[in-house]
């Protein structure tokens, strides 16, 4: 997994979100002591002084660094950070996968929706603490043995604003708070939040109109 950010200009750093986000939702999977998941809602934090001054990054030290877990008072960050800029990958919810072919609610058995929710999810999972054997927290490569992996290919990764970010953090020139940096699969099950945002960002993003909307949600949702 490739989780290195193209820092050299704005659109460059963004595209390099979509392509991690990509392959995130398509190709891995969260294996959890045997227990699987697949991430379903993430937002991206990453500061670059000057092609994306995001100040929302917490700059924890373990931000400054790659491919660590970040576990913190709002959930728990995949870590992006790279030559001295700060960054994270939000977890915000996960669906845990059937073990056997169901194919049903696209091989999804539960939603687990919100950060800490999802922290509480994960931990759930983990051995008793005397039992003296370790613990698996990985993500797995399945792109190569899809079939027995049970993770649908969506059929679209939504962008859409952050949620729960405070204005007055922002730059007066930045206003990070608005930018599209959260990324949305199979934003129909319940535990998914800003719906209608999420639709209407849908309507742009993909050119549909209110009625493929509407058959994809299973409801109207946008007037």
Known sequence: MNL????FSKEKIQESFCRIAKELFENY????????????DIEFYFNHPVFNNDKYPHC?????KKEQWYFHGSGIDITIGQLGMP?????????RLYDAPM?????????IGGPNLV??????????VFSGYSNIMRFEDIHSDRSNSYIKIPDYIIKTH???????????????HREKLR?????YLKNIRNKIQIATDMKTQFNLSNEEIKKYFGYKILS
């Open 29 to 40: 999977r969260l294996n959890i002591n045997g227990n699987y998941y697949r991430l379903i």
């Open 60 to 64: 924890h030290e373990l931000q400054f």
């Open 103 to 111: 194919l049903k609610n696209d091989f999804m058995k539960e939603a």
């Open 119 to 128: 922290k509480t999810e994960i931990f759930s999972n983990f051995k008793e």
């Open 4 to 7: 290195e950010i193209n820092i």
């Open 87 to 95: 960054g994270g990958i939000l977890i915000r919810d996960i669906a």
């Open 183 to 187: 990324y949305v699969i199979f934003p």
């Open 162 to 176: 952050r949620l729960g970010l405070n204005p007055n953090s922002d730059n007066k020139e930045d206003k990070f």
